[in-house]
């Protein structure tokens, strides 16, 4: 079983930063994807940034300069740096690991999921 536990999460005002992290308790190399998503109240999950296996990072066109994904492999953690931010901004955000999973004759991509940290910012 795979588990992700992110920290970072604050109360800060617009115009700051803030970097969350994510444990992950296996190797990342083993993923087939990470990246974060968030959820706003009343609103769908979205994805913030993505670092796919192989590909290039992807972010939401609401975060792109403002917003960097980055893995330290050795920590087996993954960052999202948050500058810039605005009250928009504010939202659980989840730390998102995708990867393959083989019974005889069945492969499957399985998403493991973080329990989420709050990140509010207010205005």
């Known amino acids: 079983q795979v ?3 992110e920290s970072g999460g604050g109360l ?3 115009g700051g ?3 969350l992290t994510c444990a992950a308790s296996r190797s990342i190399f083993s993923f087939n994807a990470m990246g974060w998503y968030r959820q706003a109240p009343g609103k769908q999950r979205e994805l913030v940034a993505s670092m796919p296996k192989g590909s290039s990072t992807k ?3 609401s975060v792109k300069g403002r ?3 980055s893995r330290d492999i050795a920590k087996n953690t993954v960052y999202l740096q948050m500058n810039s931010l605005k009250p928009e ?3 659980v955000y989840y730390c998102n690991a995708k990867a393959t999973t083989q019974t005889p004759g069945v492969t499957w991509e399985s998403d493991y999921w973080g329990q989420g940290t709050q990140v509010t ?3």
Do not use: E, H, M
Request: hydrophobic content about 50%; glycine content about 0%; proline content about 0%.
């Open 3 to 5: 588990q992700l536990v």
């Open 12 to 14: 800060v005002q617009a």
């Open 17 to 19: 930063s803030l970097r």
């Open 59 to 61: 972010y939401a066109d």
């Open 67 to 69: 917003f960097t994904i």
């Open 89 to 91: 901004d504010t939202a």
């Open 121 to 123: 910012v207010s205005s």
